[in-house]
């Protein structure tokens, strides 16, 4: 468990990276590092775990070689599960332990909330984890789970931009928006669309 290879993820804005130590077949275990750290946190901890497992500490984004968000956009602790749940995902993980030192416990006691079916163990270094108060539970797990579904499927299906006439996408817009008039909706679109060669 001293060798380690590094490991990178693509985001929107750029990349996640990771280190990973032990058999990728192991059991998988994701690190996650504390606030103003990195991936290198873990460094003297792993080797002195059992081996078999297949560890992966990531750098948050904006955090190690991981890439920052674009200037002017903040860094929330949702923001970092939406980034485990892509790290996840990038690996194909089902199930897998989750270890957070600090700041890196309360969004894995976060994401065990929010995905409790992805998770076999969690250990918090340093950390209570994730609490809230019991009235507000339901309504934020449901709000949540389905923002950061949603987003995650609408990254996966990211295309090139569609070209249309002015006049289809005067229509598409309609259809998007019933409540719109044909003349409200082209005033939006005068700043709302770009005119290109190809529509």
Not at 96 to 124: I, Q
Request: proline letters at 7%.
């Amino acid at each position: 468990l001293d060798m380690f290879s590094e490991l990178k993820f693509p985001v929107p804005w750029g990349h996640v990276a990771a280190k990973a130590w032990g058999p990728s077949e192991g059991h998988p275990v994701l690190c996650l590092h504390g606030w103003l750290d990195n991936a290198n946190t873990f460094d003297k901890l792993i080797p002195l775990l059992p081996k078999g497992y297949y560890y992966v500490a990531m750098d948050f984004s904006g955090h190690g070689l991981s890439s920052h968000r674009p200037a002017g956009a903040p860094y929330h602790f949702l923001d970092y599960v939406i980034d485990v749940r892509r790290v996840a995902a990038a690996l194909q993980w089902r199930r897998f332990t989750l270890m957070g030192h600090s700041m890196g416990g309360s969004v894995a006691g976060m994401f065990c909330f929010l995905y409790p079916e992805m998770v076999d163990k969690l250990v918090l270094l340093e950390n209570l984890g994730f609490l809230l108060a019991p009235e507000d539970t339901e309504a934020w797990l449901e709000s949540k789970r389905v923002v950061i579904d949603r987003l995650l499927s609408l990254e996966a299906k990211q295309q090139t931009p569609k070209a249309r006439s002015p006049e289809a996408a005067l229509k598409r817009l309609l259809e998007a928006n019933r409540h719109l008039t044909a003349e409200g909706g082209a005033v939006l679109l005068q700043r709302g669309a770009t005119e290109t060669p190809a529509g």
